[in-house]
């Protein structure tokens, strides 16, 4: 039997551009002589590339651009971009999305959706280029790979749902192609309908927060929601309450017997509003519009996409209120879920609901909970107002996923373990080796078929320092690394170093990994692998459990 295993998994790693020779060979790669080896040049730069969306003179469509940047060792690769795009063309044949002295928005990347955030209501911004602006930094995110799903939002609702009709949520979007012009059409049919038809009812992509499985971290799942006209708030409840459809890495976060009203400005978003009276405003009828079918909204044949919460037009234009409303989440008791051995922070249950349901007023950037009737403090430490809090002050509770890949027990394999961190700490090589030193966690590790990396006292301190040059991270470890490795017997040195080398390689933009003790360039440092070049990530190595 193991014989047979032996050459299995040999069979596995020649695949992957091993040799059969040698089950602890390394994947293919173009190694330097001996005498040739020398600490690499940590100074130079790798850049990406990013695909930023501008309007064309004409004001008709929009184009593309490309241009060259490289993140800093803190920002998300999302939020440069958004750097880029604001700064504007450099093509005169483009137009800038926004003006140019408009403020950088705050980006929060979790999984696959992005969120930006602006600090302002744009409010001396025209309706037409809120929505141009909405699409393109929609576009630009999106061809940002894991991104598929983006929310644009201003302290007076999302940036392209503002229309003279009234303001619409749009909801999660994905990369739009089509016609603009069908878009905001489609936006101001789908106000009319429902102003003046209460049974109205539509499928729109919605973003829920939902817990991860340690109880640390929100995780946003995309989900398409059936809304009755003026119960968008109440149905996205309902669904939290229901729990995560993905329950490998998110858990239930608000008890089911929970009951909450929802309100802006005393009107409640829970229960359904008288109708308008009938108007000149068309109606929709027919087959959806390109927009309803590119999107990322799915719609029946004559239905809209998105739901509208304020319907009266405005009173001077397109002109937002000069004051924020707040918007009042009533519940009748603790909204935390309390089954279940994890026990999270209570606030985790408070940033659920203000994340998931901030989107649906407009105007809105204060937030107030309350209990059985008894208003909630102590949710921020220092808050803007008594008994009030900001989107912002639930940052701190975002998470991002990463992959981890640790020794799988009595297998020359790793195995990919997904894992929540801090929103902004998931790009960071830092990241990856704190967490792979943590080792398996207990949820992580059924039938204690998931192993640490190392056993054997390995350490951060044994890191003296991570760099990066191009597509190369180099780790300088010390001494005790190089003694505690040499102690390994060849699988678990292999099975330590290719944990690393995996879990780095994921990060965007980096393809190998080169290691030096305490700065200087080796052959070895224990007995199964060369370190004289950079290592390449093995893919033959890696399972799901």
Known sequence: MKRALAVIIALLITLCGCTLLDPFAQPAQTAAPPESVRRVNVSEKQELSFTLYFLDKARK??????????????????????????????DESQMSILPLDTPV???????????????????????????????????????????????????????GGRTAEGYIPIGAMRKYTGNIGEFSQGLKNAISEIKHNPDYEFLMQSVLYFMD??????????????????????????????GPKNTVDKSAILA??????????????????????AS????????????????????????????????????????????????R????????????????????????????????????????????????????????????VQLSDFQQFLGNGIKLYFPKAGALALVQINRSVPQNDAGKI??????????????????????????????????????????????????????????????????????LVNTITELTGVRRVQFLVEGNPVIEIGSSLDYSHPLLRNPGLNTLG
Request: with cysteine.
């Open 61 to 90: 469509k929009l184009t593309t651009t490309v241009r060259y940047a490289e993140p800093n060792e803190s920002q998300n690769i999302a939020s440069l971009a958004m750097e880029l795009l604001m700064d504007g063309p450099d």
């Open 430 to 499: 830092e990241t990856c080796l704190r967490e792979l030193l943590k080792g398996p966690k207990e949820n992580e590790s059924e039938g204690g078929n998931v192993l640490p990396i190392t056993d054997s006292g390995i350490e951060m301190k044994d890191f003296l320092d991570v760099s990066k040059n191009g597509d190369t991270v180099i780790l300088n470890v010390n001494i005790n690394f190089q003694t505690t490795c040499k102690k390994m017997d060849e699988q678990t040195e292999y099975l330590m170093v290719y944990s």
């Open 256 to 277: 089911e017997d929970l009951n909450v009203s929802v309100r802006s400005d005393g009107v409640d978003l829970t229960s359904t509003p008288t109708p308008a009276a």
């Open 280 to 327: 000149d405003s068309p109606n929709i009828n027919g087959e959806p519009s390109v927009m309803q079918e590119s999107n990322g909204l799915t719609t029946a044949p004559g239905q809209s996409p998105a739901a509208p919460i304020n319907t009266e037009p405005p009173t001077t234009g397109t002109q937002m209120p000069d004051e924020p409303s707040v918007l």
């Open 329 to 388: 989440i009533e519940m009748d008791k603790s909204p935390m879920l309390t089954t279940g051995e994890i026990v999270p922070d209570k606030k985790l249950a408070y940033a659920s609901l203000a994340y998931s349901l901030y989107p649906v007023p407009e105007n809105v950037n204060l937030i107030e909970f309350f209990e059985a009737g008894v208003p909630v403090n102590g949710l921020v430490e220092n808050p803007i107002a008594e008994n009030m």
């Open 105 to 159: 928005p705050r980006v929060e990347v979790s999984g696959n959706f992005a969120g930006v955030y602006f600090n302002d209501d744009l409010e001396g911004i025209e309706e037409s280029d809120r929505l141009v602006a909405h699409i393109a930094i929609v576009n630009t995110l999106c061809d940002i790979a894991g991104i598929e799903y983006v929310g644009v939002y201003t302290t007076a609702g999302e940036l």
């Open 213 to 242: 499985n340690r109880g640390e971290f929100l995780i946003p799942e995309i989900r398409e929601i059936l809304v009755h006209t003026g119960k968008f708030a109440a149905a996205l409840v309902d669904e939290l309450k229901k």
